[in-house]
């Protein structure tokens, strides 16, 4: 090297590589993961410059990762043909975390080895992984396109900071080296070796190459050990390279599906379940869905990235293409393989194109029946699927009105049926349970779930023992806006309008309040008279049972919840 500079990790940075040692060091071997996840990720990147730049190949269009191990110098090296990192890239890739909300997130970590894990396993910690493994990392690394003399050097020992310098380098892509710590000699092993990359990186579509023994060598023509033997070694394959999502769904293991989750969404832990579908006819296409374990810890950024990587016909085209699925299924991770689109469809292209809606309508349907599915089938599974991404789903009655009633079937709510604070009730089960002559769905809308509970608007359904769904997620007063109804059932929030329990109501009590009505009469008149500033009418009321007086917001008002949002917004 001819000259290197210091620069400092971002704060951040430091805290991860700290933590994740320690708190992943019972995983150690997922660095391996890491590493060909990220030589795949840069050779697919590279075919996608190419389709339109076939000089960035530099006259070698034949991608592949190679994995080579030194014992004498205990060095493990991957060297992909990617498409390499400028100067610039290196700093800002190997150097900072540039996920917002990083600070908060590490600030969280509680020193407890397990549960950190599997907070950071969350937050997907990729290359720093390598330090887990190796006191010393070097990285050599050229931009395909850009000239010899603009190779990259970084080196780090995982503390505080890293060098950086320029080399020539002759070959485009990345190489890294890691220097092993001591006791880490097992990475050193060719069967070791081989058994990490076909247990984890098997699906990578492009070869994973390894010099072995060619232990045929040792024998002549007649089969005799030959004498004086040096070892021979060859280059061999020791991954599959199919895509996975291109094989038969009988072939494939679900380990493979895991892992093959895993190197897409960069999560650590498993999917909670998947949908892989090969579809000919109008639309030819392979998709292959994931539904995560947890929600990941950026999921209320707004900047969130998501969405579903994107090939056409096996050629990677582009990462987190949002397209393909409606902003409330955000969480789901997959890939989308089109033999429809044309190789040179960008994000522009996307946003109106006939096909990509034709796709998005059809994956929309697959990930709704994959959550019924589960409903149905696996309803605990389903229940960790509600309560972590429940809040997400209820955005959806309010952006897909052709779904409506599939999600509005999908949702769970409290309710004073079970008398929990868990979200465990559908909407059909409230139906199910439905009194005679009951013809609308019952619910009330607080801040808190023991507010809604102990509503005084509840009395009198509590006496004639009907059941109300209790909301208090802070969209569930806009959700009910946008959903009136279920399944030809009106849904009404029991603190909005005149109570008419109708049927529900026998004609004794009817005539009872006819005369109290009357009977209160001068008494209402006079009340709001002195409140006439602040309410609109004041009424005698047979919805309560114990408290004497209660606010009830107009039928067509925003609900009290409401209010407050608005009102905490400032407006
Ligand atoms: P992630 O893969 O989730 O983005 P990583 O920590 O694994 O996070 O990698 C950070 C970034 O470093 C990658 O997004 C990529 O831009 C860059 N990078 C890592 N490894 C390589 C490589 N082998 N070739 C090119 N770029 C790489
Ligand atoms: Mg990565």
Redesign the pocket.
Known sequence: QATTEKREFQTEVKQLLHLMVHSLYSNKEIFLR??I???S??SDKLSFLALNDDGLYEGDGELNIRIDFDKKKKTLTLI?K????SKD?VVS??GTIAKSGTAEFLKNMSGDQKKDARLIGQF?????SAFIVADRVEVF?RKAGTPVEQGVYWSSEGAGEFDLGDIERPTR??E?VLHLKKGEEEFLDEWRLKNLVRKYSDHISIPVMMEVEDHSAKYDDEGKEKENHKPVFKLEQINSATALWTRNKSDIKDEEYQEFYKHIS?DFADAMTWSHNRVEGKLDYTSLLFLPAKAPFDMWNRDQQRGLKLYVQRVFIMDDAEQFLPTYLRFIKGVVDSNDLSLNVSREILQSNKTVDALKTALTKRVLDMLEKMAKKKPEDYQKFWDEFGQVLKEGPAEDFTNKEKVAGLMRFASTHTGEATQNVSLADYIGRMKEGQKDIYYVAADSHNTAAGSPHLEVFRKKGIEVLLLSDRIDEWLMGHLSEFDGKHLKDVGKGQLDLGDLEDEEEKKKHEETDKAFESLTSQIAKELEEDVKEVRTTHRLTDSPACLVVGEYDMGAQMRKIMEAAGQ
Do not use: K, Q
């Not at 990617?82 to 990192?85: A, F, N």
């Not at 997907?124 to 720093?128: D, E």
């Open positions: 890491e590493l996840s990220n030589a990720d840069a992909d990617g498409i390499g990192m890239e890739n190997l997907g910690v990729g290359f720093y690394t892509g990345t890294i960069h």
